[in-house]
């Protein structure tokens, strides 16, 4: 009886534990499992090794890739939500590259999603550290303090006055307008909006990482 791969429907040899067209693990029966003795071991480890990472290969894709995506997030943020969208983008790129270096071409949703997990943590650094220097560098080494300053007075007077308007106590939006008008509630601001940046870049690289994996993971059309 020939053997033929559920995926792409391709002849299989009966002790291959992939198929050799699009690399998806195979079932291997013994006449032992066949009678409901032991496991199809075949197909587990074969199971595993889909699902191992070779991380050495797959974080010099990461580093390549996720350096300059966290450099063009900070930068992009500012106009848009362009430059998060950019993060998904690069992590399937990685598991791209990644699985096109592999033997067999073959990975799991739940490998694609770790590899993204170590690209957005790459690039969410990456983004975090450029804006911080981007800020440093605006304020102090381009004396741009002044104009920040003043959009900053500009936005927490709008806020304090939506707030005034919907009904909120005066007292404490006052206390709130004094607290972030201060230098610690600046810079727990900017703290906060870099964390979340990081967050929603990891979110988004993970999510990018297993929709690659899928992709690459679609069955093949038969040629025939």
């Known amino acids: 009886m020939e053997l033929t791969c559920s995926r792409c429907h ?16 195979q079932i291997v029966y013994t006449a032992d499992a066949a009678a409901g003795v032991g496991q199809p071991e075949r197909w587990n480890e074969a199971v595993r090794d889909a699902g191992a990472i070779d991380w050495k290969p797959a974080l010099r894709s990461a580093l390549t890739l996720a350096v300059p995506t966290g450099i063009l997030c900070a930068e992009l943020t500012r106009i848009g939500l362009i430059g998060p ?5 690069a992590a399937a790129w990685v598991v791209a590259l990644y699985v096109r270096k592999q033997r067999p071409a073959w990975i799991t949703m739940g490998a694609g999603a770790r590899i993204g997990l170590v690209t957005g ?10 804006t911080g220097i981007t800020l440093y560098a605006q304020r102090f080494w381009l004396h741009q ?15 304090s006055q939506q707030l005034s308007s ?7 939006v006052a206390f709130n307008k004094a607290l972030m008008l201060a230098p610690e ?4 601001s900017a703290l906060f909006d870099s964390a ?10 993970v999510g990018g990482g297993a929709l690659g994996a899928r992709i690459l993971g679609r069955p093949r059309r038969s040629e025939n």
């Open 196 to 205: 979340l940046l990081g967050i929603i870049l990891l979110a988004f690289a």
């Open 185 to 188: 509630g600046r810079a727990g």
């Open 145 to 159: 303090g002044k104009a920040f300053d003043d959009l900053w007075q500009e936005q927490v007077n709008q806020v």
């Open 10 to 25: 391709q002849t299989v040899q009966a002790g291959d534990c992939f198929c050799p067209v699009c690399g998806l693990p």
């Open 85 to 89: 969208l950019l993060m998904p983008v």
């Open 121 to 130: 943590i790459l690039g969410s650094w990456t983004a975090a550290w450029t």
């Open 166 to 172: 919907m009904g909120f106590d005066a007292q404490k």
